[in-house]
Structures are given as C-alpha cells and as structure tokens.
C-alpha cells in the first residue's frame, strides 16, 4: 500500500503503479435502472453532503492529520474500509489473551436475560467484530422477545425513522459505518422500535464546548431517560436491548436507568482479546490478564478477525468475500470512494460497504451474496453510471 507521501506524488504526477489483488468476481453489467439511481448526482443531495464529508477526511489524511487509533480521523477511516491505515496506539492494544470457548456466548447472554426489561450491551464502537457480535446477541435477544433497540450514536427526526426497512446515513453518527448499517437493518428487519437520546443539548455553542466524555455522559443520561419515558414506563410488557459505547460513561446510563425505572438492567460488556482465529468468548472474572469491565454481568471476549485481502473483515465466519471494484471505478489522479449499496436501496441507505481508494491502489470490496449497485466518486462528482454486481 503505497503510503501517504507516495499517494499525494500519485495525485499530483499518476504514477503509482496499480497491484494486482486475487478476488472474487461477481456478474456486473454497467447502468441500472434509472429508477433505482434517482437523485444520485443532484448537488443539494444529503448522500453527496455525507459523501463531501468523507472527502474532507481523506483531505485530512493525506495532509499529514494523526490516524493513532481511538482518535476521529481513524474512525472515519474504518467507515471508508481503511482500518490498514490506522495507526495502532498501545492503549489500544488488546491486553487479554482469548479464553478458550466453553459456552456459547450468545446463548448465555439469552438465558441470563430471560426475565430482564432491559439489557444493556457495551461495546467498542470503532471496533467492527465487536459491532457485528452485537448483531447476532441483538437478533437473538430480538427473538426472545425484546421489541426495542436504542443506541446512544443514533439520531433522529420528531417522527423517528423514515425508512422502515432500510438503515439511512441522516440516522445518526453510528449511521456513517457500513457494519453499523447492517446492524441497524437486522433491528428493522425484526420490527424493533429504535429509540435515540433525544436533543439533550440547550444549544450548538453549548454542545461544541463539552469535553467528549462530558457529551457521552450526557448523552447516556438522556439515552436512560428516553428508554424509561418511551418503552419501559408505557408497557409492563416492553423490553429494551441498549447499545452503548463502553467506558466510564456508560455506568451512568446504567445507573439512571435503574432510579428511573426500579429494573435491574443485564449488563453485557464486549473486550478486545489478542488473537485473531479465535471465536468470541465468555470471559469469567478469574480469566488472564487486566480486567477491562468492572460491573458488568457478562464480558465477552472478542478477538479482531484476520485482515481478507488487504481489508478489516468483521468476523471469521461472516460470510463476507473480497469483490473486484468495477474496473471503471478504478483510481487515476484522485482520490475514489465506493459504494456498494443493496439494490433497491434508496441513495441515502447505509452502504453494504464503502472503500477509499487512493491512485493506483487495488483493494476489495467485502460484501456478502447479494445483487448490489455499486457507485462511485471523486471529491468532483460521480465517475460514471452505477454498476449492478450480482455477488454469489
């Protein structure tokens, strides 16, 4: 991977020179119908704003901006499918060796919530096996009768979420994330009611003077509130799966969330461990290492899964497949983004997966089986037509 220096040389002169990567092809044919593509180049589109914003991230990158891991740029390099170049920071660096398996984690999650209102799920939201693990505990504990699911990164309208099926990139910060987005699709898909904390600040100037732990706090506190106003205090029946980013701040949703409604919430925390072929795993109190999550019922622990052909996978088992980029969207003097969206989608859905490119890179789309519209940019506006790839 050619690194920042050789990529801004690429811009300027195009000379990097394209590498070859072994991928999986699927069946694409160029332009889909037209309806499908609707407002995909109008200037005053929220998707060509969302997508001006990752350009300007790009813009930072290769102007020299930090990309140590824990810090914006290197989120938002994650949700352009560049976790290559974060920059790993040792207080980052898992400090637990993975237990070995001897329950399913998933099940024991269930069970222990079996007769819970609320179960609270904290995770580290930059990390992408930890949010796809999330998926499977909330499908399940969805099956098992939950009918709610809030999250701290979400945010919406006066009449909540204007798609019911597919996720929106306008639903919120989380929203920006494509392993986010099929988290957000698998709740609408079971018919949950999505609940975000609300407007829990007086003012942009106030909201924009706040320490970030002081915000999460804040928004953990309003998340509580919303939870006990909206689902939990309306029916004896409700039942609440909360997603929250985890760190000291989340004690405070926890306990505010217990004085609002009497309930004892099931809190599960997910940890980083430190190998990488391992399955997540139940981590009891007396396991190896530093013990990350005080308080918590259950901790899982949850190894970072192999790099698939220069890109971050979300798991081992996820059925994800590295997809050749249409050659037309190929890099030549500027920086590229992809999209890859379900089709159908309508232009402001979650993609399936989003990859920056730089000039003469050769990277992966990871995507499951699906038929798909593939799109793509520079900061100057759509390459050419969509592409329709079926993946098998």
């Not at 660096?93 to 999650?109: H, K, N, S, T």
């Not at 609300?198 to 915000?215: F, Y």
């Not at 599960?268 to 019922?297: I, M």
Request: hydrophobic content about 40%; some cysteine.
């Amino acid at each position: 991977m050619p690194g920042r220096a050789a990529c801004l040389f690429a811009i300027v002169l195009s000379a990097c020179v394209p590498a070859t990567q072994e991928v999986t092809v699927g069946v694409e044919t160029v332009g889909v119908d037209p309806a499908a593509a609707t407002g995909w180049n109008v200037e005053d589109d929220l998707a060509q704003d969302a997508r001006a914003f990752f350009f300007a991230q790009a813009d930072l990158y290769l102007a020299g901006a930090s990309t140590s891991e824990g810090g914006p740029l290197a989120d938002m390099l994650r949700a352009m499918g560049r976790d290559d170049l974060v920059y790993p920071s040792p207080e980052h660096e898992p400090r637990i060796a993975c237990p070995q398996r001897w329950v399913d984690p998933v099940e024991l999650v269930s069970r222990a919530s079996a007769g819970a209102r609320a179960v609270i799920i904290e995770s580290e939201k930059h990390a992408p096996e930890q949010i796809a693990f999330v998926q499977r505990v909330a499908s399940r504990l969805a099956g098992d009768g939950f009918d709610t699911y809030a999250d701290d990164g979400l945010s919406f309208g006066p009449g909540g979420t204007s798609d019911t099926s597919a996720p929106l990139v306008t639903e919120g910060s989380v929203a920006r994330d494509p392993g986010y987005g099929r988290l957000l699709r698998d709740m609408k898909t079971h018919g949950m009611e999505l609940i975000d904390p609300g407007i829990w600040w007086t003012s942009p100037r106030e909201l924009a003077a706040l320490p970030a732990e002081e915000q999460r706090a804040r928004r953990h506190l309003a998340l509580a509130q919303q939870v006990n106003r909206r689902v939990l205090s309306r029916s004896p029946t409700a039942r609440a799966i909360i997603h929250a980013e985890r760190g000291d701040e989340a004690k405070v949703l926890e306990k505010e969330l217990r004085r609002l409604s009497g309930f004892e919430p099931v809190v599960v925390s997910f940890v980083r461990c430190s190998e990488t072929l391992e399955a997540p795993a139940f981590l009891p109190d007396s396991g190896e290492g530093e013990w990350p999550a005080n308080g918590a019922d259950i901790v899982i622990a949850i190894p970072r899964p192999p790099m698939v052909s220069g890109r971050q996978g979300s798991a081992k088992d996820s059925g994800e497949a590295p997809v050749a980029v249409p050659a037309v969207f190929a890099p030549q003097d500027l920086p590229v983004l992809v999209e890859a969206r379900r089709a159908g989608d309508p232009v402001l859905a979650v993609p399936e997966d989003r990859l920056l490119l730089m000039p003469g890179e050769r990277l992966p789309l990871l995507l499951m089986p699906g038929s798909y519209r593939i799109e793509a940019w520079t900061k100057n506006g759509p390459i050419s037509e969509p592409v329709s790839q079926l993946v098998d």
